[in-house]
């Protein structure tokens, strides 16, 4: 066989015959050829990244519509609302509480979520589709929630028309119920599935803080490519003296594919710039990302650990896979994770950006030590947190956080 010829092959793990091209790149699949010959080729998924980066954008123009009040003319009000009401349930996840301004909330999510799916649908109409995705329809379909699915299908087929690559009749309101349904897919270790965080960091967005729309594709059980799309991030790093109120230019998108590294850009569409994760070995001069909600991460844990590392900064609190955005170029070295016992880590809050990091050279697993497993389903199988760094940091930053949790379990 040569190097530019294609060839009907059938990769050992799947029973369906794949059309490529032995010029692919990166990700080694293992093929047997009719003679049980096994051949060790290179993946990509150069179509998918497109996909999922336009993808991505047009989610993250949708989503900056939905906060600049068009989804409903007394959309001050409703922000207000939904303020209040997202502090005084501070320990929930917004979305998953159908009042009012919670439906407002999660109709943004599956705005988003719909407006992925017809892009990703539209950009790879040869490619199966399985998505595994954070929200579902129950909510827009109940009875009180016609005018929001009304706005919502208004607003993504507004955001297809203003992209203008797609010629299609205008959505309705059932074609939009289907498209965030599409999400529903158990994910697993066979075949490809995306996985979908359509606004995540929710509390974030109703702030005005930091959200990110994030998209990863699995292949056989692992990532292959992830976009962050993060809007309200600076181009410029939010380490050291990070002014929020300062006039940088804020819309970044990371991106990264299997064996080809991490890019980010613009989401106004500057070229794109190859990141690193820092370089820091010196675990004094680190800084650390946790997340912004208490009720999301034991905060005295990760003091504990930063304390034992020397690590003179204060954490800096983010909501979001930002995190993991910030960390793949460097802004910061550590991003440490405890959620309290009992809850379970969903891949859609970590698949992207755990791509991101790691194809940027950093180094992400639990608080044991092991690798993160995406193969499993919906959710993580973890022991205890997510901890992710440089590889010189690790080691260090791995028996800081078994001595800190050994001091936690002997203090209670
Ligand atoms: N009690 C809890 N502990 C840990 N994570 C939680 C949580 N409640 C919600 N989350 C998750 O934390 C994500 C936000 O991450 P971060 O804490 O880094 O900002 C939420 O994503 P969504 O906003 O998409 O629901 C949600 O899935
Ligand atoms: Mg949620
Ligand atoms: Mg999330
Ligand atoms: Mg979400």
Redesign the pocket.
Known sequence: MTGNCLKILTPISSSKPLLFSLLSKPTKTQFKTSSSFVLSVKMSYHKELAAAKKAASLAAQLCQALNSCSLSPSCKVQKVLLQSDVQSKS?K?P?TVADYGMLVVSGRAACSQALVTFVLERELPSEPFSLVA?EDSTDLRNDGATDTLERITKLVNETITSDGSYSVPTLSTEDVLKAIDSGKSEGGSAGRHWVL?P??????FVRGDQYAIALALLDEGKVVLGVLACPNLPLASICGDYDKSSNNEVGCLFYAEIGAGTYMQSLNGSSPVKVQVTAIENSEEASFFE???K???QHDLSSSIAKKLGVKAPPVRI???V?YGALSRGDGAIYM?F??EG?RE?IW?HAAGCIVVTEAGGIISDAAGNPLDFSKGKYLDLNVGIIVTNQKLMPKLLKAVKESLEEQSSSL
Do not use: C, L, N
């Open positions: 320990d996840s979305v954070e965080d606004i995540d960091g929710t509390k974030g997340s912004y909600e009720a999301h991460s909501d979001s896979q995190k994770r959620p309290r809850y969903k809050d």
